[in-house]
Nanobody
């Protein structure tokens, strides 16, 4: 059984930091691209960041560049999203997603991902 599980969400003040973690079980973690998406209230789910199988390549949404960092540890089967300088507009449910690796560009579209977690709430508020 394949399972994607996120952790690390919570309430943080504007300007603060949070680190989200994601695990993939039931598959060989290092075979998969890992990505983060988010969905704010009343909005569609949107791409945040993606990382290649070996962790060398990354791609970010414009809203995440310079503030968020995606990483992975293939020895521990964990992907992470370090979020700094958080803003109220970063408030959303954050989802981790996995897609079997392939040649070509890192995938940024929801429909390209096979497995999804249940999401973790991030609230940025004073």
């Amino acid at each position: 059984q394949v399972q994607v599980a996120e952790s690390g969400g919570g309430l943080v003040q504007p300007g603060g930091s949070l680190r989200l973690s994601c695990t993939l079980s039931g598959r060989t973690f290092s075979d998969y691209f890992m990505a983060w998406f988010r969905q704010a209230p009343g909005k569609e789910r949107e791409f945040v960041a993606v990382i290649s199988r070996n962790g060398i390549l990354t791609n970010y949404a414009d809203s995440a560049k310079g503030r968020f960092t995606i990483s992975r540890d293939n020895n521990k089967n964990i992907a992470s999203l370090q979020m700094n300088s958080l803003k109220p507009e970063d408030t959303a449910v954050y989802y981790c997603a996995a897609r079997l690796g392939r040649l070509g560009q890192l995938p940024r579209l929801e429909r390209e991902y096979e497995y999804w977690g249940q999401g973790t709430q991030v609230t940025v508020s004073s």
